[in-house]
């Protein structure tokens, strides 16, 4: 079952460049395009001029000559108030190019930097670990919880803090200085920026979702030109925007079903994450498909293990599977706050749910076999997820579990000198360490208890366990997170032991979020007026940059500030997946 | 098959309608024998491939049954259908992300085009239980489990 039709987010579809006074050209000026990789070519032209009223020149030539195909040209497209000219499935040789689109006395110029890759190639395999929404507060609150702290030095360092390289990366996209999981990812996985809510493709005035020019993604690059392996690892819903990136181009990052057939169509060795319903038909109960598509069988007749929980994944890895679809809960698979501490969410449901550190090492066995080497993406998904319910420890207990899961990596490329890992989060969310509250000062509100400078005390949690996770942290001194954007709520100043925090709901006018009463009872509760617009139910992205680590060969290349579309270039240089 | 939909303005979260109407002539004051049923016991499996209805859903099928719910945001003020959902979809975690519904969702086809009343109100559905995957021809909306010929109210 699905809605059929609604999406969150505002889709205008015209918001960077394509009023009705320009031509606009994708790829979009600055684009840096690895060499013959493929992409679509859109010109288009506003008030729906003819053919002979427009010319579209690349270096001075004509652009079908410099594309070596012929292009098409659309008057009117869709109907609409604007022609289009098209040539999709496009490609070209390394170097610089100017596109013109001429229409009467406008030109609209945009340059585009068609790089090569050096031979040979530097690295066998990549691993790419998203800490989805993961900001430096999350770092350091996972290294306090996890490494511990004494006289203003940590017990120990992060997996992923003690990598040789280390670069700031910006994440915003093209309609917009926030930007979301979506386009995020994108960047990432294609080296091109898009706008929000869209997927390996440029947003351009299609009335379709599925019909925006369309780039390549770093997965099916490999898949097209070599005997790589791949591997997408997440503990959301496999659509979810970051996993989906991998292979998907969809303009609206909710077309789950669709995002079902373009991971069939791309077949990455190893899939593994929640959201099952979208590969059952629809005539079985519990389907969220509009269609008879069976996805499960079709992934078992191209060859795929199927794993519905950790056990049957791990029988799978044993009996020496190298295909394998493992979908572990119909939804996101619980964090690891609640898997180990909590058992809230789904736990009772699905009792034998895989963690990401577990999957991580799964996958890596099932991939490490291949001779051309692999490349794997691993999502720690619901460090993001609970930050937007203003849930911290939730959000810290998955960064620690991404940390564990670096680990597995750093212990696979050892010595090898043949692996590069990138640890990065897409982007970041307004959240901050202020102090500890202790619940012995003085006093009867939150802010009594808030300790700050030389008053916040290190917190009192109960001790690790063998995965370096605090045993309790529901402990009379905790530390002090907090949020720059929330709707009205009431903040508590403890764990929520009893299910992810749900920060406001809906008030009687149907429209407007108010706080959730249930957490403003608590004997330190404390209201808070919103400052986020008043149907916002939970905190929001950040533009602040976010911090990447990197190891392994290419990995030099990260220092200084880049923009997140350089994580791709990277990972095809380190690959060398340049060339025709 | 691929589908294809049109960009939609329309926000899931952000529709917000009147009060109900026609609920008026709810059933539920009148049909003293029917039997109530509940989210909790819908199923008797739900995992990752799929769910098995309840015994009692099943022997149900075809009969007047009473269900407790929350009315999701309806697609139009005044629609022939309408979402129920086990817990308000404000505070569903499935549904803090734009992308779907919850997977347990009961579909209620209402007897007559009725007037919405606002999103996550609590209402009390009566009419025929239908088990089994259908598509509404008009909406393409599929759905497992129905209430059809339904009233609701307010609970």
Redesign the interface.
């Given at each position: 079952?699905?809605?059929?039709?609604?999406?969150?987010?505002?889709?205008t579809?015209s918001l960077m460049g394509g009023s009705a006074i320009a031509q606009t050209i994708y790829p979009i000026d600055r684009a840096e395009i690895l060499e013959g990789s493929r992409f679509d070519f859109k010109v288009e032209f506003p008030n729906a001029p003819t053919s002979a009223d427009v010319s579209v020149t690349i270096n001075g030539k004509p652009a079908a000559e410099v594309l070596g195909r012929p292009t098409n040209f659309i008057q009117s497209e869709e109907g609409q108030k604007h022609s289009a000219l098209w040539l999709r499935g496009a490609s070209l040789p390394a170097g610089r190019y100017v596109v013109e689109a001429t229409q009467g006395g406008n030109k609209a110029v945009v340059n585009w930097d068609v790089f090569a890759t050096a031979q040979p190639r530097r690295a066998k395999n990549v691993i790419l670990f998203i800490g989805d929404g993961m900001t430096v507060a999350n770092r350091t609150a996972a290294r306090i919880l996890s490494k511990g702290w004494k006289e203003g030095k940590y017990d120990g360092e992060l997996a992923m803090d003690d990598m040789s390289n280390m670069a700031l990366i910006s994440t915003s996209g093209t309609d917009s200085i926030v930007t979301d999981s979506a386009n995020a990812a994108h960047a990432y996985t294609t080296g091109h920026k898009s706008c929000v809510n869209a997927l390996g493709v440029y947003c351009a005035k299609n009335?379709?979702?599925?019909?925006h020019p369309k780039v390549e993604t770093i997965a099916e690059v490999v898949k097209r030109k070599t005997g790589m392996a791949v591997g997408v690892v997440t503990n959301s819903?496999i659509?979810?925007a970051t996993p989906a990136s991998m292979v998907a181009h969809t303009?609206?990052?909710?077309?789950?079903?669709?995002i079902v057939?373009m991971f069939y169509a791309v077949k990455p060795d190893v899939i593994m994450g929640g959201g099952?319903?979208n590969f059952?038909s629809?005539?079985?109960?519990?389907?969220?498909?509009?269609?008879e598509?069976d996805f499960?069988a079709k992934f078992k007749e191209a060859g795929y293990t199927l794993a519905?929980s950790k056990t049957e994944m791990n029988a799978a890895v044993s009996g020496g599977t190298k295909k394998l679809l493992g979908?572990?809960?119909?939804?996101?698979i619980d964090g690891a706050f609640d898997l180990r501490l909590a058992k809230k969410?789904t736990i009772s449901?699905?009792p034998d749910q895989p963690d990401v550190v577990e999957q991580t090492k799964a996958a890596i066995e099932m991939l490490k076999g291949n001779p051309e080497g692999f490349l794997l993406m691993v999502e720690s998904a619901r460090i993001d997820?609970y930050s937007?319910?203003l849930d911290w420890e939730r959000s810290v207990f998955d960064t620690i579990m991404l940390d564990n899961a670096v680990k597995v990596a750093k212990d696979f490329a050892g010595e090898r000198n043949d692996t590069l890992i990138i640890v990065v989060p897409d982007h970041s969310h307004p959240m901050s360490i202020i102090g500890t509250y202790d619940d012995s000062r003085p006093g009867q509100l939150l802010r009594d208890k808030l300790g700050v400078y030389n008053e916040s005390l290190p917190p009192n949690y109960g001790p690790l366990d063998a995965e370096g996770y605090p045993t309790d942290v529901n402990t009379s001194r905790r530390l002090a997170v907090v949020y720059g954007s929330y709707p009205d709520t009431c903040d508590t100043g403890r764990p929520a032991m009893d299910g992810?925090r749900?920060p406001?709901?809906?008030g009687?006018?149907?429209?407007t979020?108010i706080a959730?009463e249930k957490d403003c009872s608590g004997p330190l509760a404390a209201r808070k007026t919103g400052n986020l617009p008043f149907?916002a139910?939970?905190g929001v992205h950040a533009a602040d940059d976010v911090i990447l680590t990197a190891m392994g060969p290419g990995a030099e290349k990260f220092r200084g500030h880049k923009p997140n579309t350089f994580v791709f270039r990277v990972m095809t240089e380190a690959l060398a997946l340049g060339g025709q | 098959m691929r589908r294809q939909r049109p960009l939609a303005n329309l926000t899931r979260r952000g529709a917000v309608f009147g009060l109900a109407a026609a609920s008026l002539f709810d059933r539920a004051a009148t049909a003293a024998d029917t039997e109530t049923i509940a989210f909790d016991g819908l199923y008797k499996s739900f995992g990752v491939l799929g769910f098995e209805f309840s015994d009692r859903v099943t022997a149900l099928r075809g009969k007047d049954v009473r269900i407790v719910g929350y009315m999701a945001p309806p697609l139009k003020p005044e629609s022939h259908f309408f979402v129920l959902t086990r817990e308000p979809l404000a505070i569903c975690p499935f549904c803090q992300s734009d992308a779907d519904w919850p997977v347990d969702i009961v579909v209620v086809f209402m007897q007559n085009e009725t007037a919405m009343v606002s999103a996550g109100r609590k209402v009390v559905v009566t009419g025929r239980l239908e088990i089994g995957s259908a598509t509404d021809a008009e909406t393409g909306f599929v759905s497992q489990i129905r209430v059809t010929h339904a009233a609701f109210a307010l609970a």
């Open positions: 079952m699905r809605a059929s039709c609604l999406l969150a987010a505002a889709l579809t009335a379709l979702t599925l019909d819903e659509e979810d303009r609206r990052r909710s077309d789950f079903n669709d057939e099952s319903p059952l629809k005539m079985t109960p519990g389907s969220k498909r509009t269609d598509q499960i519905t979908l572990y809960n119909t939804g996101n969410g449901k699905f997820k937007h319910s992810e749900v406001a709901v809906k009687p006018d149907g429209k979020n959730n149907d139910n939970s | -």
